[in-house]
Every structure is written in structure tokens, then in C-alpha cells.
């Protein structure tokens, strides 16, 4: 490696440069390339199919589950331990994921929540947070309808204030039983 040196330049600055460099070495530049197996527009249009797929197979606005949504919502999986609504109700389950629903209708909301519930099975988290917000009730009323439909969804209650309180929902997601993960 050879430097130039101005004329300009004082030689204790140069001397002093090349001490603070000293033990440097030259480093190669790693490339690493990966293959491209989709486009980014089809992947794109690919998990938007996906979610509306999932959503229109798990959600559906015809079944009217048995459960109030006008108070308290309170709702535990057939087969599982019914204390889980409780420890929901007390907040012992912090949630991993936040879901925020304002602003969309009901169509975009359960995509939304499709794939939430697909993130929350991905990343092995095991509680996520839905708010819903309360406005004209119209999610208030159908998310926890859209939630009792999904298989994978073990319990539901009203947030505690802190994630929301009565415009917010906690899911706990059944994932899959490993000893990693058990809880």
C-alpha cells in the first residue's frame, strides 16, 4: 500500500497516522448471494391470497358462536383448562404480539387476524393482545365471534386496562407441545 504525501502535510501527522493504523490489515469482502425462488410482487400477492384463504376457511359471518359479547368476553376452548380464562382475566399472561384493528372493516380484520394467529404459531408466542377498540361495536362484537372459529385458539378474555381494557382482547394460540416451549 503506498500513500501519497502532500508537500502540505505535516510529517509528525503522517507519523502519527500511520502509528494509530499500525497491525492494520487489508480485509477481503465476503459476498453472499442468495437464489430468488419467488419474485417480490408474487410473493407479495402470494401471502395476501394466503391470509385471505385463511380467513375466509377459519372466519365466518354466518356462525353466531354462544358467547356474550356484550359484557365481559370470556371464552375457554372445549377440553382445555378452563383456568386459563382466569389467569387471562388477572394479566399472568403478558402479551408477544399486538394486534391493532381501528380503522379497518370487517373483511381486512379477519386477514389481520388470520395472520396474526399464524405469526403468533411461527414464532412460538404464546399470548398476543387484539385491540379492537369500541367505536360502533361492530369489531367489539365480531372479533371474539371470528376467534372462537379458529381451531388454533385456546382461550379468549378481555384485556386487562393496561392492553386495553374492555376495547381489547388477549388470545392464548395452542402451539405446538414440545419442552422448549411448555409454559
Known amino acids: 500500500m503506498m500513500l501519497d ?28 448471494r442468495f437464489k430468488k425462488t419467488v419474485k417480490p410482487q408474487t410473493g407479495e400477492l402470494l401471502s395476501e391470497q394466503t391470509k385471505q384463504h385463511q380467513s375466509e376457511f377459519y372466519f365466518s359471518d354466518e356462525y353466531i358462536p354462544d358467547i356474550d359479547t356484550h359484557g365481559t368476553v370470556n371464552y375457554v376452548r372445549p377440553g382445555a383448562d378452563k383456568y386459563l380464562a382466569k389467569q387471562l382475566r388477572r394479566g399472568d ?12 372493516n370487517k373483511d381486512r380484520a379477519k386477514d389481520e387476524l388470520a395472520a396474526l394467529i399464524h405469526a403468533c404459531k411461527k414464532q412460538h408466542y404464546y399470548c398476543a393482545c ?36 374492555k376495547g381489547a382482547v388477549l388470545i392464548l394460540v395452542d402451539l405446538p407441545q414440545s419442552d422448549e416451549f411448555r409454559r
Not at 399472561?93 to 379497518?104: C, K, N, T
Not at 385491540?131 to 384485556?159: C, F, M, S, W
Open 130 to 165: 387484539i385491540v379492537h377498540g369500541i367505536g360502533e361495536r361492530v369489531l367489539k362484537h365480531k372479533v371474539p365471534q371470528y376467534l372462537v372459529q379458529h381451531p388454533d385458539v385456546l382461550a379468549i378474555h378481555q384485556a386487562p386496562l393496561e392492553y386495553g381494557g
Open 5 to 32: 504525501i502532500n508537500p502540505m502535510t505535516d510529517e509528525d501527522d503522517f507519523s502519527l497516522f500511520r502509528n494509530s493504523i499500525a497491525g492494520a490489515r487489508e480485509f477481503k469482502q465476503d459476498t453472499v
Open 93 to 104: 399472561f403478558a402479551p408477544e404480539l399486538m394486534l391493532d384493528l381501528h380503522g379497518l
